[in-house]
């Protein structure tokens, strides 16, 4: 029986090797799977956040996904043209600068995560799911109809933002700079886990009557969740438009949700690494099944029911011989 840390230690030392090994053999694009990979862990791990400690199943993350994205363009189509967002009633321009962008995404993904937890928390089940569904949309076919930012078309970024003292151009480069952000949100998310919080939360999910009996403010404390989750799915939506240097309004669509959420029931639903694993296989069965046949998903649907069905606490747990456990 392999102990959950040590397979997490494992899953860190991969995502660390593989990229190194592809330096080695000069293979950029497997660096670029790897960061896709980074990427997409880091959504998941802001969906596991609400999913898994607060059993709030959103499926309309990708709101906030495309909202990190749509800040990044902004900012960096406005750098690159020399022409400022705002001119009145004070000047907002433009810039190329990575933290000043993931400030804005993040700022800007907890803002819209307020407004939508605000409302849909107000519900609950399936309403619940149906309400974040319908803001995703919204902003999907909102962007569709902005031809100010491309329209349908998106919106092509042709230099990668800038990192004090980094070349971001340089592939392993970028995937440190990813990797680097994706540790320290796993840190702060275990930090929240284990704190007063992240037992309130876990204990709301578990019993919300009792919760309620206690005094915890359920509305409140899951609100606070939704918020932060919110905010580093926006904060991997920057990362992956500045590895593809476009945005779309794809990056809203459902699928997107749909996709985090698979990562997190492949690695293990409540798991601080299951997003991680999910992401990572997930990436792997695209690269190798994708070039066998356009429809992998297929085969996606078949190891997703195995999971389901054999492994419910997702292939960590499987691969612990734990139960799914909240917080671990």
């Known amino acids: 029986m392999l102990r959950e840390r040590y397979i997490n230690l494992i899953t860190l030392a991969l995502l660390v090797l593989v990229p190194v090994y592809a330096v080695a053999v000069d293979e950029p694009f497997t660096i670029t799977l790897a960061t896709r990979a980074v990427i997409f862990a880091l959504a998941g791990v802001g969906l596991n956040l609400a999913l898994g400690q607060g059993g709030l199943v959103s499926f309309g993350h990708a709101a906030f996904f495309g909202m990190g994205g749509y800040a990044m363009g902004i900012l960096a189509s406005h750098a ?5 967002i705002l001119e009145t009633p004070f000047l907002i321009e433009g810039t ?3 933290p000043v ?3 804005v995404a993040v700022i800007a993904s907890a803002l819209l995560a307020l407004l939508i937890g605000a409302l849909s928390l107000r519900t609950s089940g399936v309403y619940f799911i149906m309400v974040t569904l319908a803001f995703g949309q919204m902003f999907y076919y909102f962007t569709i109809s902005w031809p100010a930012y491309g329209g349908e078309d998106g919106l092509s970024i042709y230099v990668r933002n800038q990192f004090p003292g ?3 151009l340089d592939p392993i480069q970028f995937f440190g700079i990813c990797f680097a952000l994706l540790c320290a949100v796993l840190f702060l998310v275990d930090r929240l886990n284990k704190s007063p919080f992240g037992l309130a939360l876990n204990g709301a ?16 404390l899951r609100l606070v969740a939704f918020v932060i989750s919110g905010a580093i799915t926006g904060l991997a939506g920057a990362l992956f438009a500045d590895l593809n240097r476009f945005v779309s309004p794809t990056m809203f669509s459902w699928q997107i ?17 299951g997003p991680v694993v999910g992401a990572a296989l997930y990436i792997l069965l695209e690269h190798f099944l994708g070039g066998l046949s356009e429809y992998w998903f297929i ?9 389901v069905l054999f492994a419910k606490g997702g292939i960590i747990g499987k691969l612990a011989k734990r139960e799914v456990g909240h917080g671990k």
């Open 80 to 84: 690159q043209n020399y022409t400022p």
């Open 205 to 220: 999910h578990q019993n919300e009557e009792r919760a309620l009996t206690v005094g915890i403010n359920v509305y409140r």
């Open 299 to 307: 085969y996606l649907g078949a190891i997703l029911l195995g999971v």
């Open 96 to 98: 190329n600068s990575m």
């Open 257 to 273: 949700s749909g996709e985090i959420m698979i990562f997190i029931i492949l690695g293990g639903v409540g798991r601080l690494f």
């Open 166 to 168: 980094l070349n971001t």
């Open 101 to 103: 962008i993931w400030l």
